[in-house]
């Protein structure tokens, strides 16, 4: 049981670049998050979804676009990476009744 | 507005030492609250929530409306409790989870 797994681990872009990260779930849960940690500042969260084909903003939405096509997977895209945007990001997905399960995390860089 | 607040962004104990993080949260409704755990390098784990009111590892943890805190205690630290722990809440709609900016912990030998 592989739980919530990210793609890729890292990876560094160049400015103006763009790239999509995946995350895949197998629990068959309906929610799905895309998070952003960063030194002093926690966890923020950039957008989530409450089933298939659904999206919603969270806190820090602006410069990533995500999609969920599939239930099982949540995918978070950057148009065009900023240095901003450097971070370590991570997927989380739940159930009605559960806390949110993590993914590994993806460092990316932006140079 | 923040609305999970860990005021301790740094917190070292001696080896056998009582440990507390706190927690402070802000909502109007009935929230839900979870303290997760980030070992280096690790993904973040669930450690506890409070509908559950369960021990892990030796850590509790009572929500306590009145002074909207959720702080999370052990009664002697372990060198293996060192790592990054979040407190989150879980808004009413289910939805979404805030999360504080966390608290590193470090247990010294």
């Known amino acids: 049981n592989a739980g919530v797994t990210q793609t890729p681990k890292f990876r560094v872009l160049k400015t103006g670049q763009s790239m999509t990260l995946l995350c895949a779930q197998d629990?068959?849960?309906?929610?799905m998050y895309w998070y952003r940690q960063d030194p002093g500042m926690g966890l923020r969260l950039i957008h989530y979804?409450?089933?298939?084909?659904?999206?919603a903003k969270g806190e820090v939405p602006d410069g990533y676009n995500v999609s969920r096509l599939k239930k099982q997977n949540f995918l978070l895209g950057l148009e065009s990476a900023a240095p901003s945007q450097t971070s370590v990001y991570f997927c989380?997905?739940?159930?009605?009744?559960?806390?949110?399960?993590f993914g590994q995390g993806t460092r990316l860089t932006v140079v | 507005a923040q609305r999970v607040t860990q005021p301790e962004k740094l917190l070292s104990v001696f080896k056998g030492a009582p440990v507390e993080l706190k927690c402070n949260y802000s909502?109007?409704?009935?929230?839900?609250l979870f303290w997760y755990v980030q070992y280096s390098r690790q993904r973040l784990q669930l450690l506890l929530r409070?509908?559950s009111r369960e021990s892990i590892k030796g850590f509790t943890a009572d929500l306590n409306k009145g002074e909207t805190s959720f702080h999370l205690k052990k009664p002697f630290a372990q060198e293996e409790d060192s790592a990054m722990y979040y407190c989150?809440?879980?808004?009413?709609?289910?939805?979404?989870?805030?999360f504080g900016t966390g608290t590193s912990l470090t247990v010294i030998p």
């Open positions: 989150a809440l879980r808004d009413y709609t289910g939805n979404q989870f805030y």
């Open positions: 979804s409450v089933g298939e084909g659904t999206t």
């Open positions: 989380a997905s739940r159930d009605s009744h559960s806390g949110a399960f």
């Open positions: 409070h509908i």
């Open positions: 629990m068959n849960h309906e929610y």
């Open positions: 909502y109007s409704g009935s929230p839900e």
